[in-house]
Every structure is written in structure tokens, then in C-alpha cells.
T-cell receptor
Framework: DVKVTQSSRYLVKRTGEKVFLECVQD?????MFWYRQDPGLGLRLIYF???????EKGDIPEGYSVSREKKERFSLILESASTNQTSMYLC?????????????????FGEGSWLTVV | AQSVTQLGSHVSVSEGALVLLRCNYS??????LFWYVQYPNQGLQLLLK??????LVKGINGFEAEFKKSETSFHLTKPSAHMSDAAEYFC?????????????FGSGTQLTVLP
């Protein structure tokens, strides 16, 4: 069965702290993604990665960085957390189909990480 | 640029009634279309997807959606709502150009099922 695991479901961090959100998938997928979800805004793409050590910015990369040292693991990093980064963060993965990242591929999501920055 | 509009951020139906969640898209090239469901405190789960085969797509839990190119719509329906259908539903679009990098999500529709 498909599995995307986000290690932390609920976190509370202080402003200025460095925050790591970890995500692991067990499907040998090429592509991995980080989204944030906010009420009324749907899901917005922060970063994605289409291969180990490869990354590309999504719609809202400011204030975030990512790391993909191994195929199964994709980390989201908040270098200095701010209150406006309080949100639900969703990790996802999908298989590569040709050179088109999305096309008709199904994207599988983790259960989400609720981050509160105080 | 592609975009997705979900009409109605909240929809309420009675148990046993028809469920209709609306989604309109804009895309300059043939799209791929998806519906995802999110139950409370969980991630998103794929309900169904349209990938240019049959225009009527059947998904899990009795849901289906019809791709109507002339109306640029991909509305989600279920003939008879069940209490367990209460969740948030997201429509999403991607397209098959070589530069496709994004799956664009709508803002979501919260479905409430009344007893």
C-alpha cells in the first residue's frame, strides 16, 4: 500500500527557531512535494524535487528551503520560523511519467504536519 | 496560465440527497483533472481523475465526475449522500505541456451532510 509518512503531526515552535519537517515515502517515487494548506487558499506548492539533490521552487518558496539527500526522504526547512508560517504542511510524492512531472500521475499525500509558530 | 475555481466554499446536503460540487478550470491546453478528498486531520486522498479517456469518470465511494470541455467544467457528483462523505473536497488541474510543473488546486469545498 502507498505510504507517505510525515514524522511530526503537531509542532509548536518559537519565532526565529529553525524547523525541520521530515517526509518519507516507500514507493520509490521520483517526485516529492511540499505544500502548505491554509483556509480559503487551498494548497500552495512550496518546493518540489524530481530527483535526489534536485529541487525547484514552487509558488511560495520564500522563507523555506528543502533537502533531498535520499530518494525516499524530502525535508522542508524553515530557517527562521515566523508567525505567518503557522499552517498545515503536506508532503506528497508521485511517480515520474516521461519528462512530465504531473500529467496524469496520481499524487499521494501524507497526513500533514500542523505547525504553530508563537 | 491554468486555474481552478470551486464554486461554493461550503455545501450542505441532507443524508440521501444528491451531492454536487462544482469545479471550473481554465487551461490553454488539454487538462488533466483530479478530485481529492480530505477527511478531518488527514492528508488528501484521490477520489478520481480525468486523463483524456472517458469523459465520465467513476471514482471511489460512489463519486463520479464528468469532463465537459464546452463548459470547462469537472463537477463532482454522488447520487445519495452518506454521513461519512462529510469532508473537504479539492479539485485540481494539471496539463501535459513539456513545461508543466504544477498541479493547481482549487480553494476547496467543505461538504456537510445533515441527518
Amino acid at each position: 500500500d502507498v505510504k507517505v509518512t510525515q514524522s511530526s503531526r503537531y509542532l509548536v515552535k518559537r519565532t526565529g527557531e529553525k524547523v525541520f519537517l521530515e517526509c518519507v515515502q516507500d514507493m520509490d517515487h521520483e517526485n516529492m512535494f511540499w505544500y502548505r494548506q491554509d483556509p480559503g487558499l487551498g494548497l500552495r506548492l512550496i518546493y518540489f524535487s524530481y530527483d535526489v539533490k534536485m529541487k525547484e521552487k514552487g509558488d511560495i518558496p520564500e522563507g523555506y528551503s528543502v533537502s533531498r539527500e535520499k530518494k525516499e526522504r524530502f525535508s522542508l526547512i524553515l530557517e527562521s520560523a515566523s508567525t505567518n508560517q503557522t499552517s498545515m504542511y503536506l508532503c506528497a510524492s508521485s511517480d515520474l511519467h516521461g519528462r512530465e512531472l504531473y500529467s496524469g500521475n496520481t499524487i499521494y499525500f501524507g497526513e500533514g504536519s500542523w505547525l504553530t509558530v508563537v | 496560465a491554468q486555474s481552478v475555481t470551486q464554486l461554493g466554499s461550503h455545501v450542505s446536503v441532507s443524508e440521501g440527497a444528491l451531492v454536487l460540487l462544482r469545479c471550473n478550470y481554465s487551461s490553454s491546453v488539454p487538462p488533466y483533472l483530479f478530485w481529492y478528498v480530505q477527511y478531518p486531520n488527514q492528508g488528501l486522498q484521490l477520489l478520481l481523475k480525468y486523463t483524456s479517456a472517458a469523459t465520465l469518470v467513476k471514482g471511489i465511494n460512489g463519486f463520479e465526475a464528468e469532463f465537459k470541455k464546452s463548459e470547462t467544467s469537472f463537477h463532482l457528483t454522488k447520487p445519495s449522500a452518506h454521513m461519512s462523505d462529510a469532508a473537504e473536497y479539492f479539485c485540481a488541474v494539471s496539463f501535459s505541456s513539456g513545461s508543466a510543473r504544477q498541479l493547481t488546486f482549487g480553494s476547496g469545498t467543505q461538504l456537510t451532510v445533515l441527518p
